[in-house]
């Protein structure tokens, strides 16, 4: 708690319901000794309700620095991950917060200057995973008048009468006009805002149920329909919905159905993750790492070798060790005797070439040899080929060998070679 009239409120309730409760109040540094005398004050309180009293210093400053972000949302950060690591190891069933109906509506305001769905329209949650905000119900004017009525003592920020903060200006200049408009405001507020979260909820499960049926997760992929999205109604939310959480915005949902009837191959990208307008799906995965696109040597037949997003087991044997001699996704079996130190693993390049096993000696574009797989742009990103000292490929990872390096009468050595996933 911070020792301002809200969280004061929502102790002495606990105190008098007799919920049993810890108090833990962060120091964040900002504001000199002011910041010294809330922590006291809030321990002292703790004290004298009988309630465990937690307390944490920051230095948020360097860490909105650190993570280039602002000091407000640095505090915020900082704030609920010491609640949770406090929450957890100490037994307590929730994180509760003093938030009232006009932080509410606030939180709705800003979210509507900014740009937001439906979910940011009904303002604060009452229960979010393990966080509570009991006093959602009441309004600022009731709980100062509470405090009043009982005799109750808290600190203030002086940091809330400036206007140099968003919230604070809409707090002081926006909220007063709203209020002229329609002075009850904030009980109107409540209603609308239950209504809204209603709907939302309502909205979500629809779509959830949709999702289920035009959504395939394989691979690591996720693959969208684009048949079955464009046939319903509003496809653009619809979307949306399902790329929210990858970081794609509104906007681009909408792009990304506007040029859905145009030529497939088309990318989109938010910060961690790349769709692809492919054939029949939208296709949406993880950006690559562009470290992947560095070689790698391997100057053994004998180990194990990793590569991030997978590993290869390198054994080498003479031919009369028994060994199934089918290749599959996850192994290949090479004439160990045509091989040339070191070997190399890397991504497939334009214009490389081989001569895929079974073509008697035919030589193939591995392009071409994608195309003929129909294989989307995404899947391609991610090939992998083993390649000679000489260069010359041996093996597309996972799905195809070089004619000239296959197991024959005249082998003597075995190079036995184990593909398996690696971390992400």
């Not at 070191?342 to 214009?351: H, V, Y």
Request: aromatic fraction near 10%; proline fraction near 2%.
């Amino acid at each position: 708690m911070s020792g301002g009239v809200d969280s004061v409120v929502m102790l002495h309730l606990f105190q008098k319901a007799g919920f049993p409760a810890g108090v833990a109040h962060c120091n964040f540094g900002l504001r000199g000794e002011e910041s010294e005398g809330d922590e006291q004050f809030v321990k002292t309180l703790a004290e004298e309700y009988h309630f465990p009293f937690y307390s944490r210093r920051f230095n948020t400053k360097s860490f909105a620095r650190e993570k280039s972000i602002s000091t407000q949302m640095a505090a915020r950060n900082l704030r609920y991950e010491w609640f949770e690591e406090l929450r957890a190891a100490h037994n307590y069933t929730y994180i509760a917060t003093a938030h009232h109906a006009n932080d509410s509506l606030e939180t709705t305001l800003l979210n509507l200057v900014r740009g937001t769905g439906l979910s940011g329209l009904h303002g604060i949650s009452g229960i979010n995973n393990h966080i509570i905000r009991p006093l959602l119900f009441a309004t600022k004017e009731q709980v100062v008048a509470y405090a009043q009525e009982n005799g109750l003592h808290w600190r203030e920020d002086l940091s809330n009468e400036s206007d140099d903060y968003k919230r604070n200006l809409l707090r002081h200049k926006v909220v007063p006009v709203l209020q002229q408009l329609n002075p009850s405001l904030e009980s109107t507020f409540i209603q609308s805002s239950a209504k809204l979260q209603s709907a939302n909820l309502l909205l979500k499960a629809m779509l959830n149920k949709w999702v289920e049926e035009v959504v395939v997760e394989k691979e690591g992929q996720l693959r969208i329909s684009k048949q079955k999205l464009i046939s319903e109604s509003q496809p653009a939310y619809r979307l949306w919905h399902v790329l929210d959480k990858f970081g794609f915005s509104f906007q681009q949902s909408t792009q990304i159905i506007a040029t859905l009837s145009g030529i497939s191959g088309r990318q989109f990208l938010s910060d961690t993750h790349a769709l692809l307008i492919d054939r029949e799906y939208l296709i949406v995965q993880e950006k690559i790492n562009n470290e992947a696109n560095l070689s790698f040597l391997i100057d053994t037949l004998e180990g194990e070798f990793d590569f991030g997003s997978f590993s290869l087991s390198l054994s080498h044997s003479p031919k009369n060790f028994r060994l199934p001699m089918s290749h599959t996704a996850n192994f290949a079996f090479i004439n160990a005797d045509t091989l040339k130190l070191p070997l190399t693993i890397r991504r497939w390049q334009q214009g490389d070439v081989f001569q895929p096993l079974g073509m008697q000696g035919k030589k193939k574009k591995l392009s071409d040899f994608f195309t003929d797989l129909k294989m989307d742009l995404f899947k391609k990103q991610n090939i992998f080929i083993l390649l000679n000292g000489n260069q010359d490929v041996i093996w597309i990872i996972g799905l195809r060998l070089d004619e000239r390096y296959k197991i024959d009468e005249d082998t003597v050595n075995v190079l036995q070679v184990r593909v398996a996933e690696g971390d992400k």
